[in-house]
């Protein structure tokens, strides 16, 4: 089956300006997570979707970061705007648990570079 | 607040000797717990998991060990090859809801 599919690759902005960073799960897969990951450091959550709804978004700095999953497939995260410390990797990833059905494993993809200047 | 985290920040090992990495974990409700490998540029990947009503499971060379009595997880690979050079991450969720990772331990294999 084909794996988690994410852009862009890179992407290099100025502090201030805005990016946005595209995901799409592997079919079928009720869960989407967006995890964000500092160099050096774990993947942190940011916010975990179950189809098209949020249900968990505790550690998302929701006055700069949103995200969206319409229709429970595709999913987009959006940073407006940048600060010099958002400047990691943005790891998309997939399950096909649901919440309380049992934990499974996550599928990730190869995520975004995102360095601000 | 909890967290996941590691013994040790690196580990140097000699091709084909066995390697452990260690992983700390403080949320005693944590039911699920999983090993990624990540090579640099990639995304974790799956290595192997472990549910909280197990204390050991086996894959193809690797093996988890749970101890929920002092929180502590382990893998152990056999017979470590080059390939196997990567940071490896452990990860916890309960009712598969806000998987968790530590901070990884950079693993490097020697020829």
């Known amino acids: 089956e084909a794996g988690v599919a994410q852009s862009p690759r890179y992407k290099i902005i100025e502090k201030r300006q805005s990016v946005a960073f595209w995901c799409n799960p592997i079919?079928?897969?009720?869960?989407l997570y967006w995890y964000q990951q500092i160099l050096g450091q774990g993947p942190k959550l940011l916010i975990q979707?179950?189809?098209?709804?949020?249900?968990?978004d505790s550690q998302l700095p929701k006055d700069r970061f949103s995200a969206e999953r319409l229709k429970g497939v595709d999913s987009t995260l959006k940073i407006q705007p940048a600060k010099l410390e958002d400047s990691a990797v943005y790891l998309c990833?997939?399950?096909?648990?649901?919440?309380?059905?049992?934990?499974?494993?996550?599928?990730f993809g190869e995520g975004s570079r995102l360095t601000v200047l | 607040g909890e967290s996941v985290g590691l013994h040790l920040p690196t580990l140097s090992v000699q091709e084909g000797d066995n390697s452990i990495i260690n992983c700390a974990y403080s949320?005693?409700?944590?039911?699920?717990f999983i090993w990624y490998k990540q090579e640099s540029g990639k995304g974790p990947q799956f290595i192997i998991d472990?549910?909280?009503?197990?204390d050991k499971r086996q894959g193809q060379r690797v093996t988890v060990l749970l101890n929920k009595t002092v929180k502590h997880l382990s893998l152990q690979i056999a017979a470590t090859q080059p390939g196997d050079s990567a940071v490896y991450f452990c990860?916890?969720?309960?009712?598969?809801?806000?998987?968790?990772f530590g901070a990884g331990t950079r693993l490097t294999v020697k020829p």
């Open positions: 990833a997939s399950s096909r648990s649901l919440m309380g059905q049992g934990a499974g494993e996550l599928f």
């Open positions: 079919s079928g897969h009720a869960t």
């Open positions: 979707f179950q189809n098209n709804g949020v249900v968990d």
């Open positions: 949320n005693s409700a944590s039911d699920y």
């Open positions: 472990i549910r909280s009503n197990m």
């Open positions: 990860a916890e969720s309960y009712n598969n809801n806000d998987m968790r």
